[in-house]
């Protein structure tokens, strides 16, 4: 299936309520006042944040009135004004080409979906790489076994301590691991949920400090994976774990789940943060590199 597709099938909760409520508001094919504030309230209820929505009525209110169909003109506006926020945040972290070992540290509140995440990332690197995969969610037993599921779906090397080990100290001996046995990449597991988040990040903080601490020369990428049916709330998680851990990507999940998929563009707008992957469901193969493109028209509902 092409990319396009996969967006388009799985974005469908946010395409259909912005397509249907967007062809509504301009049914009687005007651009005025009225069917201004329409859209805007439209754009507002998709989670699309109040300077997002105001840059894209900006655009929607400079339409000249022609014999064409007008709800196409519109959404083909919004969609080159989405395009044009989004595009920056491309970002590929899998570059098969590149020889140059990597480590992957997965963040992000408990539940957003990052042990998934970890088992389709690795279920799409090449069987060629060396790929080891480090369970330091040591809070809960049920974590590790989750984790270890995916490893042997992918057949990964999987590197596990005991339960309410430091995690740190488990990142400590994978790392070392990933040094002597050349792996070309290590991808690190992480606890959500602690007794409160100044522990958490904390903890996270210590552990990332540790791996790089060992490993200098390599390229660490910590990534923040958010839970796309948060909506806006997404926003209150970037910030602390933004601020604290100096994330270098974000992927959001469970984009297949929600009708405020429009979130992602007030993200994308608000931090210069890129956006690697989109979790488009539970299946290994439901993960897809983000596309500015294909997100733009696909949540409009748009052609290829
Ligand atoms: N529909 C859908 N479900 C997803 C997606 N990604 C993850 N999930 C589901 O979300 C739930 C939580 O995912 P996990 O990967 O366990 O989340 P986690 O961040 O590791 O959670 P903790 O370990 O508790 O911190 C699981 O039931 C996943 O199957 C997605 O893209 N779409
Ligand atoms: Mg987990």
Redesign the pocket.
Known sequence: MSLFLKFKNNLQKTSNFLSSNILNSFKNQKVNNETLEELESVLISADISLDVVAKLINSVSKIKTTNQDITEIVLETLAKEIEIILKPRENEILNENNKNPKILIFV??????????IGKIANQISNEKKVLIAAC?TFRAA?ID?LKNWTEKNHNDFYFGNTNQDPASVAFQATEKFNKENYDYLII?T???LSNNTNLINQLVKLKNVVSKINTDTIIETIL?LDGTNGSNMIKQVEIFGRELNVSSIII?????TAKGGALISIANKYEIPISYV????KPE??SVFSAKNFARTILNLKE
């Not at 979790?279 to 539970?282: R, T």
């Open positions: 992000g509140v408990n539940g957003s979906g990052k042990t998934t995440t969610d974590a989750q597991d606890a959500g949920r994976v999940t469970k984009l297949d789940g979790g488009l469901g539970e439901d993960l």
